[in-house]
T-cell receptor, first 116, second 107 residues
Framework: GAVVSQHPSRVICKSGTSVKIECRSL??????MFWYRQFPKQSLMLMAT?????????EQGVEKDKFLINHASLTLSTLTVTSAHPEDSSFYIC????????????FGQGTRLTVV | KQEVTQIPAALSVPEGENLVLNCSFT??????LQWFRQDPGKGLTSLLL?????REQTSGRLNASLDKSSGRSTLYIAASQPGDSATYLC??????FGKGITLSVRP
């Protein structure tokens, strides 16, 4: 299967600061990337969908000014959590697809964010 | 809005047992259904992808089936091993996930 690399795997930051998470497709071009948030023992909640070169589509209830998503190239998408608060602490996972709805999704390893 | 349900939430079986994990979804207008495995604190590993035109897919000891008309998919694991212990999630092509089934295979 294709490889999606997410970095960092763990990050601790202070309240009020911003943190950037990177998601890279290593061996394919990802036309669409997705960002998820996962709480302990819960399923993945889709935060936003991004297509290369265009603005991300955010799910209802997700603040676009707080969770900035950039998908500037076919192999890289970034999620920036701005002015982080302790309630933003969570496990964030990205996924990538080569094409449209029928193609397989590949996931990164996830990033454990802790805001202190 | 698509809803994906996986029941039970947890399952414990002895090693060697064959088992079936169930997934149901409300919107049959899907391109595919995908099964994943997640180990604690890790990302997701894709196990099987079934396109809407297919009825099943097999990979090693895993077999996944899809019945769009009834809104159901099953993941069959043959001769389970302790290394199969993980959380198994299904997701529709719109990547709506179930909560997962946490499987524990006892040696």
């Amino acid at each position: 299967g294709a490889v999606v690399s997410q970095h960092p795997s763990r990050v601790i930051c202070k309240s009020g600061t911003s943190v950037k998470i990177e998601c890279r497709s290593l061996d394919f071009q990802a036309t669409t990337m997705f960002w998820y948030r996962q709480f302990p023992k819960q399923s993945l909640m889709l935060m936003a969908t991004s297509n290369e070169g265009s603005k991300a589509t955010y799910e209802q209830g997700v603040e676009k000014d707080k969770f900035l998503i950039n998908h500037a190239s076919l192999t890289l998408s970034t999620l920036t959590v701005t002015s982080a608060h302790p309630e933003d602490s969570s496990f964030y996972i990205c996924s990538a697809k080569r094409g449209g709805g029928g193609t397989e999704a590949f996931f990164g390893q996830g990033t454990r964010l802790t805001v202190v | 809005k698509q809803e994906v349900t996986q029941i039970p939430a947890a399952l414990s079986v002895p090693e060697g047992e064959n088992l079936v994990l169930n997934c149901s979804f409300t919107d049959s207008a899907i391109y595919n259904l995908q099964w994943f495995r997640q180990d604690p604190g890790k990302g997701l590993t894709s196990l099987l992808l079934i396109q809407s035109s297919q009825r099943e897919q097999t990979s090693g000891r895993l077999n996944a089936s899809l019945d769009k008309s009834s809104g159901r998919s099953t993941l069959y694991i043959a001769a389970s091993q302790p290394g199969d212990s993980a959380t198994y999630l299904c997701a529709s092509s719109k990547l709506t996930f179930g909560k997962g089934i946490t499987l524990s295979v006892r040696p």
